[in-house]
């Protein structure tokens, strides 16, 4: 079993920065991803940004140039640095893990909140 908890939401002016961070506990063997997903009201939750084993990353579009994910060893912390953020940026942050046998896990969210 796996625990995540996720920090470093806040209210930020458009063109800010934040810096998210999930921390996991728990038998945390054959990670295959963890990363991040954000949900804005009324919409569906989406990808924001992912990291593999092996450093490899996924950025929703939305995000590129702007986000950068960044994992601890042994999976335990993973962080995604948010620069120039956007109204459009607003939501709830979740981190998730994904495991080799299928199985996943999320945070509870971290809100984010950029005003205009």
């Known amino acids: 079993q796996v625990q995540l908890v996720e920090s470093g939401g806040g209210l930020v002016q458009a063109g800010g920065s934040l810096r998210l961070s999930c921390t996991a506990s728990?038998?945390?063997?054959?990670?295959?991803?963890m990363g991040w997903y954000r949900q804005a009201p009324g919409k569906e939750r989406e990808l924001a940004a992912l990291?593999?084993?092996?450093?490899?990353?996924i950025y929703a579009d939305s995000v590129k140039d702007r986000f950068s994910v960044s994992r601890e060893h042994d999976w335990r912390k993973v962080h995604l640095q948010m620069n120039n953020l956007k109204p459009e940026d607003t939501g709830v942050y979740f981190c998730?893990?994904?495991?080799?046998?299928?199985?996943?896990?999320w945070g509870q969210g971290t809100q984010v909140t950029v005003s205009s």
């Open positions: 998730k893990m994904v495991i080799h046998a299928g199985a996943e896990y």
């Open positions: 728990g038998r945390r063997l054959g990670v295959v991803a």
């Open positions: 990291i593999r084993p092996g450093g490899s990353t």
